[in-house]
């Protein structure tokens, strides 16, 4: 066991570059999430906020249980759960931002917070878990499945019809539509439109997802949207790499992405199964090349097992979900020539898109499903309760040493 890390350091940050790969040992004080799976986290401050679809929470001596409705927090120094923040959430959580003033917003499927509107998307106060007074977006017809702020402007992404389909830009105080954001995702490949994961540079609005085209423009599953000016518009960068079909019970097979620190690269990880491709792999992109057929950098091959979150650093693309190998583009459900084992997790190398010796195991379930990057270390949320070989019960954080 690590001896606990000193964490009083820890400041509020947004997700931070890391000179170095985190330590593998996760740390000793993070509490246990003892059912469900956790789809979100954030950090407000020194809080964390862990969102997902869950009812019991402990301490991580697991001594005392708490009943919590799909969302908790707790002291990033202490490892201790906010007594005062237990709102009731009626229903699944994925996706969390921090606010102004002690706040978070919350995005997911659920029908209320604390038996009262609104639905899919909430600002709650870290003191006591209640509604903000005066932010009342209208979100409607769907889920918020992901969040991104940018100052002022809070983007919402999910299959929901209202105020728009899939995609809207808010006002982060009121809630209200932003009617200079009309970038619409279009030409799904299932049954809704849906935008699976945001991630936001200084001018870049990455999106992926179901759809196949923005504004009408083709985009399959993954597009660059400028944000630098007051209207939004379609950046002139597309790639084919995702317009290829994979297993047909993945019609759309696009999960994570996540900008590098300096916003230069992105990096996208994916489902689909077991054919060539892009399905089940990680792939780099250059965010400011230009053409009808960007190329990825790199990809590295899972071998047949998905993968659904990914966290850029600058020192590591870190990669999760429940695979197997990495390094694997000739194994079919199968370790092939070169793969290398990384059971649930890994890290990448961010120039040579090859698997780092980083190792620390998890155990695999579903898979991650939330990653979190903080001057201090990397915070990890899934569904099962094995982490760096101990018990970190879905949510866990590894060191920055």
Known sequence: ML???????????????????????????????????????????????????????SDASRRTVHARANLFAYDLNT???????????????????????????????????NHRAPRALAQLRLTDGAT????????????????ARQGARLYAGGDFVSPRTALARLDAATGALDPTFTVTPGKSLSSRVKVYAMALSRDRLAVDGSFTTLD??????????????????VAPWRTGAYARTC????????????FSPDGRYFAVVTTGGTKSGMCDTTARFETYAKG?????????????????????????????????WLDNPKGRDSAGPGAVARPGIGAIHPRTGKALSWNPGRERGIGVKAFYTHSRGLLVGSDTTRLGREYHARIGMFPLL
Not at 79 to 105: C, K, M, Q, S, W
């Open 292 to 324: 009808s057929a960007v190329k990825p950098t790199w990809v590295n091959h899972t071998g047949g097992d998905s993968l659904y979150s990914v966290a850029v650093t600058g020192a590591a693309v870190y990669v999760g979900g429940h695979q197997r």
């Open 79 to 113: 490892g201790r759960i906010l007594p005062g923040f237990a709102p009731n959430v009626g229903g699944t959580v994925h996706a969390l931002e921090p606010g102004d003033g002690g706040t978070v917003y919350v995005g997911g499927d659920f029908w209320g917070v």
């Open 216 to 233: 009408g423009k083709s985009r399959p599953q993954v597009g660059l949207i400028d944000v630098s000016g007051r209207t939004a518009k």
């Open 3 to 57: 001896a606990r890390v000193a964490l009083a350091a820890f400041l509020a940050s947004a997700p931070v570059a890391h000179t170095r790969v985190v330590a593998a040992n996760p740390v000793d004080n993070t509490p246990h999430v003892l059912d469900g799976i956790v789809n979100a986290i954030t950090v407000v401050g020194r809080t964390v906020v862990v969102g997902g679809s869950f009812s019991e929470v």
């Open 247 to 258: 297993d047909e019970a993945f019609p759309s097979y696009v999960r994570g992405i996540d």
């Open 132 to 147: 903000v007074a005066g932010f009342a977006p209208r979100i409607g017809g769907g889920m918020v499945s992901s969040l």
